[in-house]
């Protein structure tokens, strides 16, 4: 049960690295100035403002899906942290200037 409740507690919070950032900030970028082209020719060929802003606001929502929800393409290189020494007996002896830290 606890095998359950951690995938869909990953799924729900969202984690992302740093390249899936990067591609997310690129996606939604490219999405939005995709869309904001398309609408705003579509709106001039057709001459209807009201269909601009509908072809721009769907542009926007398609964007949201793509880059919001935590997709798995966006954690490919998730960072390999160092493991918490609270806890440890002796821990890492750390020095700074000398002193020593932790």
Known sequence: MDDVLASVQDIFEGQIDFHGQR???ILSTALLIISAVVAFFAGYIY????LTLWVGLAGT????????????MYNMNPEKWLVSS?????????????????
Not at 62 to 72: A, E
Not at 86 to 102: F, L, P, Q, S, Y
């Open 23 to 25: 591609i997310a900030e």
């Open 47 to 50: 001459r209807d403002i009201h």
């Open 61 to 72: 929502l398609v964007t949201g899906l793509v880059v919001i929800p935590p997709w798995p």
């Open 86 to 102: 609270a806890g440890i007996v002796g821990g890492a002896r750390i020095m700074v200037d000398g002193t020593k830290v932790a």
